[in-house]
Nanobody, 120 residues
Framework: QVQLVESGGGLVQPGGSLRLSCAAS????????MGWYRQAPGKERELVAA???????NYTDSVKGRFTISRDNAKSTVYLQMNSLKPEDTAVYYC??????????????WGQGTLVTVSS
């Protein structure tokens, strides 16, 4: 069974940077795509960025030019570099992956979430 373990959240001042990491453990036929969602207080969970194993990426409009998603396929790890952070980026960030298991089940797997707080 694939599990996702996140790290890298914390408190940062506006304009600062943080890097989130998410490592997938376990055996699967494929883990693709991998990405990040976030959920701010009182708001719905939204996709922030996603990365496919072929290198394709997509971002929500509000983070384009500030956030960069990258992926190490050999390590089954996805990263989110967040620059020029704004208070409105404050949220719990969740790693997400689509997993195709060895017995051909198509699953969505979530990490436990890591809190990012942008405040002075």
């Amino acid at each position: 069974q694939v599990q996702l373990v996140e790290s890298g959240g914390g408190l940062v001042q506006p304009g600062g940077s943080l890097r989130l990491s998410c490592a997938a453990s376990g055996i699967a036929f494929s883990i693709n795509p991998m990405g990040w969602y976030r959920q701010a207080p009182g708001k719905e969970r939204e996709l922030v960025a996603a990365s496919r194993s072929n290198g394709n990426t997509n971002y929500t409009d509000s983070v384009k030019g500030r956030f960069t998603i990258s992926r190490d396929n050999a390590k089954s790890t996805v990263y989110l570099q967040m620059n020029s952070l704004k208070p409105e980026d404050t949220a719990v960030y969740y790693c997400h992956a689509r997993v195709l298991t060895l017995d051909s089940r198509d699953l969505e797997v979530w990490g436990q979430g890591t809190l990012v707080t942008v405040s002075s």
